[in-house]
């Protein structure tokens, strides 16, 4: 287990997020990231929640945000080292979003994003 404060964890989560290429990310539409303390499961770090931006259609308007949460105390639980800390978060941040682009669990086992 690896102690950080929430303030800590926050920042890895905007060092993840500015990771991935801004080709991509002007793409998010209509999603937040949430740190949040406990899943609603054990073992799981993070969660998308909405409507894939594959799905959407003409018919799309006026849904609250999608909600990425990201577990930062199980993360911290699962990883041993604070390098694992980071590299958790970037892969788990990189899951969520893929979801929110409509990648599936499936997929992203395949491509080593588990």
Request: net charge negative.
């Amino acid at each position: 287990m690896v102690e950080l404060s929430r303030v800590q964890f926050e920042e890895l989560v905007g060092d993840a997020l500015d990771t991935i290429p801004n080709d991509l990310t002007r793409y998010m539409d209509n999603v937040v990231i949430v740190l949040a303390d406990e899943p609603p499961e054990p073992g799981l770090l993070g969660l998308y929640e909405g409507v894939p931006l594959t799905e959407r259609g003409d018919g799309y308007a006026g849904f609250l945000p999608d909600q990425i949460s990201i577990y930062w105390l199980e993360i911290c639980a699962v990883c041993d080292t604070p390098e694992q800390v980071v590299e958790e978060v970037r892969i788990t941040v990189v899951h969520e979003i893929a979801h929110h682009f409509g990648i599936d669990d499936r997929r992203l086992h395949e491509l080593g994003w588990g």
